[in-house]
T-cell receptor
């Protein structure tokens, strides 16, 4: 149980375009989801916390207008990287909290060319 | 604020060697402690956890004991395999669910045949 599906697993996009990453909880309701970013050989950095039905809370230094987070239902949260640039290339991972802990998505590797 | 410190990598071992990855933490209250593993190209997976002092988490031959007196949660395995090569993250949460994780910087383990 407690499975989180993250899609896509990898994406290549052109500079200036937008990319949407989905994170779904398949067999539980996730009232809270977290979005992380991981640069090569570095640890995860929390970008934002999203709660179903309310605005996401962004960490300091994370541009909310660039990284749009929507958590419209108890099973789906999306992260949209708007007007992507090469420096946005990274590994993005979502995580959902549930009764007994956390479950992570499999991650999305974004490459902006 | 809460923080997690773990030994820097990479750690390079021969197959069947003993593994220790040190992790210490600072936190307000009584955190839950976790070890996550990230295999190449994949997202994080929970390896083991402990929720109170003196608890021992174990999984796949890995063990870690929650030591409140030394604020540590060192990861150990008696005999590593090549398939254990991955990045290991120590993390804490001040609640079992509904609160974010604070991660250490990650330790890359490389096991040679």
């Amino acid at each position: 149980g407690a499975v989180v599906s993250q899609h896509p697993s990898w994406v290549i996009c052109k500079s200036g375009t937008s990319v949407k990453i989905e994170c779904r909880s398949l067999d539980f309701q996730a009232t809270t989801m977290f979005w992380y970013r991981q640069f090569p050989k570095q640890s995860l950095m929390l970008m934002a916390t999203s709660n179903e039905g309310s605005k996401a809370t962004y960490e300091q230094g994370v541009e909310k207008d660039k990284f749009l987070i929507n958590h419209a239902s108890l099973t789906l949260s999306t992260l949209t990287v708007t007007s992507a640039h090469p420096e946005d290339s990274s590994f993005y991972i979502c995580s959902a909290s549930h009764r007994v802990g956390y479950t992570f998505g499999s991650g999305t590797r974004l490459t902006v060319v | 604020g809460d923080s997690v410190t773990q030994m820097e990598g990479p750690v390079t071992l021969s197959e069947e060697a003993f593994l220790t990855i040190n992790c210490t933490y600072t936190a307000t209250g009584y955190p839950s402690l976790f070890w996550y593993v990230q295999y190449p190209g994949e997202g994080l997976q929970l390896l083991l956890k402990a929720t109170k002092a003196d608890d021992k988490g174990s999984n796949k031959g890995f063990e870690a004991t929650y030591r409140k007196e030394t604020t540590s949660f060192h990861l150990e395995k008696g005999s590593v395999q090549v398939s254990d090569s991955a990045v290991y993250f120590c993390a804490l949460s001040t609640n079992n669910a509904g609160n974010m994780l604070t991660f250490g910087g990650g330790t890359r383990l490389m096991v040679k045949p």
